[in-house]
């Protein structure tokens, strides 16, 4: 016998017919119900018929939605026994999309905020309050930038406690982890909430899931972080430990690996973007008349008079260079880093090279491609294995060093009076590891 609160007492309606008034057992499963109901009216066909609510918000009712709203109930209820088992299920079940657009339809996504902000329940509420709720944000139908002060210092709180549940910390660090990587302000507000030294000793607990959840965040942190914010996490303790290292070991192998993925791509004729990025190349170094307004014939023979002097090999397709990979696509971020955050010694490099006589011009395009590659192998092969502060002193550490490299290959070709065969002499006194360090640095 289904327990008496379990039933209640509704009257169904259909247009044509008589309305039913039936004793509901919620327990029994809706299609069981509606099934019930077309009997009783001698309707085939049951799974083609659905109830829905006739006053208020006509929404059809599912089994989702009724479980969106008796557990919405049970969150509220006076009994901690019943809340507590409430919470369990709605941990459990908002990894379903459906269940969590019903629950949060009804605002339930705010009552579990109140929880955590109000910190009146016991440990085992609270573990099941935070999984739900980071459940349901997984989904992406709320923002995290809804979430306020009080709640990200609460869940901080969490963290930084020294004696705390372990499965609260658990998921209070990857709500967290969430949270920065969704946004710059939450990255600012979590970053003064929670400490380097707290994040590096939960690194050392017995506990793998803490562990891996506190590396995440220190890696999300890391990341997120423009150069100065990153020099400031690295640099909040008085030095780098070992197991700091470690961890900044693998955002380098992180970085790294980005790099590589763009090194073995190469640039595709038909990708829109990387082609207007080739052309900004052409137009950032030389003033033109407007091109608009001149014939197909015209344009492309000045188009290609002008990747001509830009130094590419093939003048009148100049992706074609970039087919190599690598390089590949790598070396087309190096040429358009170079021009955009240094035009006037982008500009010189181009005018002076393309106003030589042909044995002594030194080709950006060409060479370019080549330092790319030739520092690419630098870096894998010199911060592969440990890790390296030169990678952390530039927040875009290729780029830089290729500005910096490009305009010493220049010096040194001018100087040594050089020719397209002597690339490899000339690019051995400037890529000495010791040399473009000491330029980052300055």
Not at 277 to 305: M, P, V
Not at 356 to 373: M, Y
Not at 387 to 399: E, K, R, V, W
Request: charged letters at 20%; proline letters at 3%; aromatic letters at 8%.
């Amino acid at each position: 016998m289904p327990q008496q609160k379990d039933i209640v007492k509704i009257a169904i309606q259909m247009p044509g017919a008589y309305p039913q008034l039936i004793q509901l057992d919620q327990k029994k499963p809706l299609s069981a119900v509606i099934k019930e109901v077309c009997d009783g009216w001698n309707l085939p066909g049951p799974d083609n018929y659905a109830l829905q609510y006739a006053d208020g918000v006509q929404t059809y009712i599912t089994e989702s939605g009724r479980c969106a709203e008796d557990l919405y109930k049970g969150i509220q209820s006076s009994d901690s026994d019943v809340r507590c088992d409430s919470l369990k299920q709605l941990a459990c079940v908002s990894t379903d999309v459906t269940f969590a657009q019903e629950f949060i339809s009804r605002n339930g996504h705010s009552l579990l905020v109140k929880i955590v902000e109000d910190a009146h329940e016991a440990p085992l509420i609270m573990a099941h309050t935070l999984t739900g709720f980071m459940e349901l944000m997984d989904h992406g139908i709320v923002s995290w930038e809804n979430v306020s002060a009080v709640f990200i210092k609460k869940i901080a709180s969490f963290v930084n406690a020294t004696v705390l549940d372990a499965s609260i910390q658990q998921v209070s660090l990857a709500i967290l982890e969430s949270m920065v990587l969704s946004s710059s302000s939450l990255f600012q507000q979590v970053k003064q909430e929670v400490t380097l030294e707290r994040l590096l000793s939960q690194l050392q607990v017995t506990d793998q899931q803490i562990q891996t959840k506190a590396m995440a965040l220190l890696m999300a942190l890391l990341q997120t972080a423009g150069h100065a914010d990153r020099q400031n996490i690295i640099h909040s303790s008085a030095s780098v430990g070992d197991e700091m290292a470690h961890y900044l070991y693998v955002l380098q192998s992180v970085t790294l690996n980005h790099l590589e993925s763009r090194m073995r791509m190469p640039l595709d004729s038909y990708n829109q973007d990387q082609r207007e990025i080739l052309h900004g190349l052409r137009q950032a170094a030389f003033e033109t008349e407007s091109e608009n307004s001149l014939s197909h014939e015209r344009r492309r023979s000045l188009c290609a008079k002008e990747f001509k002097k830009l130094g590419f090999s093939n003048n009148s397709n100049p992706g074609q260079d970039l087919l190599r990979a690598p390089p590949g696509l790598l070396a087309l971020d190096t040429m358009a880093h170079f021009a955009s955050r240094y035009p006037d010694a982008y500009s010189r490099f181009v005018l002076e090279n393309s106003s030589r006589e042909d044995k002594h011009e030194c080709p950006f395009a060409r060479s370019s491609i080549q330092l790319t590659l030739i520092l690419c192998e630098i870096l894998t092969s010199t911060c592969g294995s440990d890790y390296h502060p030169i990678f952390f002193a530039q927040d875009q550490l290729l780029d830089e060093l290729f500005c910096i490299c490009i305009q010493l290959l220049n010096k040194t070709w001018k100087e040594m009076r050089a020719t397209q065969e002597d690339f490899d002499k000339v690019t051995k006194p400037t890529l000495q590891f010791e040399g473009y360090r000491e330029h980052v640095y300055k």
